[in-house]
């Protein structure tokens, strides 16, 4: 056996900007997204969906479509082989609607045929009788006594109340405000697409986009009568997601369209369909009123939140929660009284995005914190160094801030970052004027402004969901070495998982050939590519898997040589050796008689739901941020440019740098969205804009450049001290730019999107509609009585008798 010395440099591993493992392929053109799939003698599907937003069904004539070339199948209500609801917290959300449509765009029918346009003109010629019903579409009506009924249960979807100290305290101080966001779409590049095989044993074989391949199928398998182990769902490549894949959008449809017709059926939306198929970010209304010392200390804040769910309850009772423990912003504040409440509306459900309702409440908090700085004459950065939570420091939720806290580093560093030099107008490009490219100013009237926001967000999930992750890692003999391969369920929907657990598996491994396989529920569920979660959660099991793996070969090697059972800790794994005391000794394909094989299932840390009071221990462990925006604008025009963003982000630990970049820059340019471009434009419930031509998207020349600096404060207790880093830039910057707009203008903006309208004056700012909601008669912070089971798609409808 030879004896060297062997350097400890891990290429491509934990620390390093590795490149990605799936960028290749995109590049080329050779990544198969949901939209691209393929089988013999493939069918396609469409989908009728309902014009109006509320009407009650009468005939429907299937005749003429199913008389239609090439057309094999037109399905309605009454063909759902199982249960006609399902949904993602609660089972309430119709296949195809059999009686009722409650939103524009609700799924009536389903045809197959055997060329796209011939499923598109079969839907076309489905005759539906409608006798519509009243439109419920504002969210303040529906807590009236006497409003339209969106289920016979009532509008209230879910109430909580968190209390803290004395909600009435003495201040020397006080500000108030009212803040309304519109509503923004995840506006994905890929639509929504799928492909569903019937196969032999009777079951189906479901090829799809999506976040959660194991809550989709909890939701399908019950709709199509069959047990879970005959529905089994494979990955297909997604274009991007930002919540809208939490929800099933084709999979029940193509699997009902291929038993029924015994060949495969692919459904891919066009760009309209996609704006009606999934889901959206809430909009919010949201009354705030905080009270300080003269010297700048908060002592209370106290706020109602109200958010639209739209039809149907999707996530909607999670994101008013998560909504309701981020509402005083990542702040010591010693006395807080927050009432939250989710109402359905006959506008189109609204669920999971990016920062799940902690961009709505961190514009608003945000905004109070420049106003309270205004009001004492204190720095507004300063304001918030005084105020700045800390490991330990009491959360509303009455526990204390466990693990890692960096909210002073992330604010100091953000506002340490050198400003940008403010060239002459003159000398500028007309790019680089408010407007862009397209513009019509000429430089006069553009005013320079600066924002500062911070926000906090948690790290996966919470209320007591017992998250986990399971994973198997397994190191085989290959022709050019040993390899690892990782099987996981966890959805790499573009943020990086895959390149993630490869550097880790080639960290702890000391293995540099490591293959990711395809994610499908043949390994046990890793919970949604959502909530920052997929690098504490499967990353974390990737980690602590690979432990398990060095220990058995490390086993082997002793069991060799004799050494006894006790474990050497001189041992490492590095090149693909096996180390002592930095000499190797030993190489890996030596120990792989036989190949190494963990399956590890990593659960996160227990948290607790609220009680009446909202008190309880509901998140595992927080990220903070902080972002300085420099904007200009053109107050004769309107027209806006974001000049410079300077961020930080805390996050732990950075597996792959380049990524922590890559998202920040990418949830900056969603937060730069719903400042200043994006809103879904719904009018008694009808969408006006299902479009990427009337919807408007932050392109290329809209982007700043952005400065990001890193924070690394390890986690306590996790492994490599991770934290996720998907959405906290999204949560800040929408605040940070309004802010910047404010300091510009001199206006008060307190709606977004700001609209051109709104910077120059022609309109007064959106008024406080009628004083402060009153809470709902409901009881507690529970969901409504009438759905049982919170538990992420297992939830049912009760009966009528309970």
Known sequence: MSVRTVTRSIPDGVGTSSRRIDGTPKVEGR???GSDLWAERMLWGATLRSPHPHARLGSIDVSAASASPGVHAVLLARDVPGKNTYGLEFADQPVLAGDVVRYQGEPVALIAAEHPEQARRAAARIEVEYELLPVLSDMQDALLDDAPKVHDFGNVLRHIRIQQGDPAPAADVWVEGYYETGMQDQAALGPEGGLAIPAEDGGVDVYVATQWLHV??????????????????????????????????????????????????????SREESFFGHVHRHPFRIWMCHGGTRDGRLVVVRARLLADGGAYTSSSSAVIVNACTFACGPYEVPNALIEGTAVYTNNPPCGAMRGFGAPQVCFAHESQMD???????????????????????????????????SVREVIERCRDIPLPVETPLESRERSLLPGGVGNVTRGEGIRRGVGFAVAYKNIGY????????????SVTRGPEGAVVEIHTAGIDYGQGLHTIVAQIARTELGVSRVVVRQPDTLIGSAGSTSASRQTLMTGG???????????????????????????????????????????AIATIEELLDDPVVERLVHHHRRTTSLDE????????????????????????????????????????????????????????????????LEELQVKDGVIRNPSFTDYLLPTFLDMPPVVTEIVEDPEPGVPMGVKGVGEHSTVVSTAAIVSALRDATGRDLNRVPVRPDDLIGIVPPIQNRGGWPPSPKVPGNEPIPRYVGLSRGQGELMDEDG
Do not use: W
């Open 462 to 473: 919470s209320e007591g969901f017992d998250d986990s992750s399971e994973v198997e890692v």
């Open 541 to 583: 099991a990737v980690h602590q898997a690979c432990a398990a793996v060095r220990r058995t070969l490390f086993g082997r090697l002793q069991a060799r040589h004799n050494t006894g059972l006790e474990p050497d800790p001189s041992l490492e794994l590095v090149g693909g050796e096996v180390l002592r005391e930095g000499v």
């Open 216 to 269: 989709d199928r909890q939701q399908i398998a019950p709709c199509l009568n069959l047990p879970e182990e005959m529905v089994r769902l494979h990955m297909a490549g997604v274009g991007g997601a930002f919540g809208s894949r939490e929800d099933v959008n084709v999979q029940i449809h193509a699997s009902m369209l291929a038993l029924f017709t015994g060949r495969p059926v692919k459904m891919s939306y």
């Open 613 to 676: 009071n909202g008190q309880g221990d509901p998140h595992v462990e927080f990220a903070f941020a902080a972002e300085r925006v420099v904007v200009e604008v053109d107050e004769e025009l309107g027209l806006v440019r974001v000049v410079q963003v300077a961020a930080t982000a805390d996050v732990g630990k950075a597996i792959n740098p380049q990524g922590v970049t890559g998202q920040v820059e990418g949830g900056t340019a969603q937060g730069l969205g719903l400042a200043i």
């Open 31 to 33: 990544y198969a997204y």
């Open 371 to 405: 106003r309270l700085a205004g009001a004492l004459g204190i720095d507004p950065v300063e304001l918030r160094l005084r105020n700045a939570m800390y490991p330990g420091a009491n959360l509303p939720t009455g526990r204390p801030l466990h693990g890692a806290a």
